[in-house]
């Protein structure tokens, strides 16, 4: 009876070993674990077969970690074979690889990778399959995406000689048909992305608020309980007070709850647990994480993560230690090698263009310069500037954290760009000191050496 006792406080994450009176888990890696963490992966092509000046040093750090984490923000099949089909939604592109990057991603040293994002589903069911066997016909362990809610939801993982690795992977940025979900009753289960659906308001000072009640209450047809006593809901936006002007979220409860479930579970199977959220909230313009990111961050380290990834923005956001271990609220873009092709009809649409007339490379350049909805674009030269993270721990300790200045090549043509180098110093300098400006932020003293950004957090 006793051991049936502990076997269900260990269900709950209570009396087990390796937990402390918050719930979380130790870290439990040899000395020496590396973590190798980069931002998102717009690439269409092999890139360790093409003559790149510089990415070769970019790959001996790559390849010389335990575990080297990305977002896979592309999908990988050969559209003369392909089955499926463009959809009407897609996250601001329609990105797409050919088979070789399979075992590219392979060969530049990644082994983990999320797959939860805006562009999963861009190409369907059948996009994201064939996305996923190809890249488990190349080793490359991947979460986030799934053939119901609970495969996409489950923690994935990977063995090292270090130590064994969790990654549980979900978006906060996604496009509405892309979520899956599981069965119910006769109803069979949705295959698509863990997601997390946050509610967004835009907050306003007490006056404008009473305004757009107002304005509401003279609305004919009007639902006077949606909303809340404490905000307002108007042409399909909602309001509610706040000091400035500015969006707030609230995230899920639900989906909170089943997030920080296999994220439990993941480090109650594993020796590390890393934890990662594609998120543009509250837009590629902000230098600064949405309003509810830190306490869900710190949430997830409490149960159990030893580190948090955000990407998304496009751009850095500063990084925060948290009990020892690394939130990293953006790490921007590591490869924006974005020659897709093709692009889908629907992008000529949004772009005013004839495709009888124009180039999948014209319609790409022109989203290139205008970004997303009223986002600057990626014509300003700060989305091509990012860094690698480097974590290295000793006795099961967050030792030092090496931060890696890139440049993705702004300046460069267009099918030259986007490939990574180690910035020169100039630019490093220049990357180094706003991502110090951000990182002091949440209280992160960053050191500059030899052109290297560094955190020891015990120091």
């Not at 973590?35 to 040093?57: C, E, M, P, Q, Y």
């Not at 059948?126 to 190349?138: F, S, V």
């Not at 053939?147 to 996604?174: H, I, K, M, Y």
């Not at 989203?367 to 480097?390: A, H, N, Q």
């Amino acid at each position: 009876m006793e051991n049936c006792v502990r076997n269900k406080d260990a269900i709950r994450g209570e009396d087990v070993p390796g937990y402390d009176t918050a719930g979380s888990v130790e870290t439990n890696v040899a000395d020496g674990f590396t973590l190798v963490a980069v931002g998102d992966l717009i690439v269409s092509r092999a890139l360790t077969k093409g003559n790149h000046l510089g990415f070769d040093k970019i790959l001996e750090i790559l390849r010389n970690a335990d575990a080297t984490f990305g977002n896979m923000e592309t999908n990988i099949f050969d559209a003369r074979s392909f089955g499926g089909y463009p959809q009407a939604e897609h996250g601001g592109a329609y990105h797409v690889s050919l088979p070789e990057l399979g075992p590219d991603l392979r060969a530049m040293g990644f082994n983990l990778l999320s797959y939860a994002n805006n562009h999963a589903f861009e190409w369907g069911i059948e996009g994201m399959r064939e996305t996923c066997r190809a890249l488990d016909q190349n080793a490359v362990i991947y979460a986030g995406a799934g053939a119901n809610l609970s495969q996409a939801s489950a923690a994935r993982f990977l063995e090292t000689p270090r130590g064994r690795v969790a990654l549980v992977s979900f978006a906060s940025t996604f496009t509405p048909m892309s979520r899956a979900c599981d069965p119910a009753g006769e109803a069979p289960g949705r295959p698509g992305i863990n997601a997390l659906r946050l509610r967004e308001y835009i907050t306003v000072p007490q006056a404008t608020l009473r305004s757009l009640r107002q304005l509401r209450n003279a609305l004919p047809y009007y639902d006077p309980s949606y909303g809340g006593p404490d905000s307002v809901a108007l042409a399909g936006a909602k309001f509610k007070a706040g000091e400035k002007v500015g969006y707030s979220y609230e995230p899920n409860p639900e989906d909170v709850a089943r997030i920080l479930r296999n994220v439990r579970q993941g480090k109650q199977l594993a020796d590390f647990c890393i934890v990662t959220n594609h998120g543009h909230e509250p837009g590629n313009w902000s230098q600064l994480p949405a309003d509810y990111e830190q306490s869900l961050a710190r949430k997830f380290i409490d149960a159990g993560a030893d580190a948090y990834i955000v990407h998304g923005p496009h751009q850095l956001r500063g990084i925060e230690i948290y009990r020892g271990k690394p939130i990293f609220y953006s790490v921007a873009n590591f490869v924006m090698d974005d020659l897709r092709t093709p692009v889908g009809a629907d992008m000529y649409y949004d772009h005013n263009m004839d495709p009888r007339v124009r180039t999948d490379a014209e319609v790409t350049a022109s989203e290139m310069s205008k970004g997303y909805e009223t986002d600057p674009g990626f014509c300003d030269p700060v989305f091509y500037e990012s860094v690698i993270t480097v974590s290295h721990f000793e006795k099961n300790q967050l030792a030092e954290l090496r931060l890696h200045p890139i440049d993705l090549g702004h300046s460069r043509r267009f099918a030259n760009r986007g490939v990574p180098a180690l910035a020169a110093p100039p630019m490093a300098k220049v990357i180094l000191a706003r991502l110090k400006r951000l990182s002091g932020t949440f209280g992160t003293e960053l050191t500059i050496e030899d052109n290297v950004g560094v955190i020891r957090p015990n120091s």
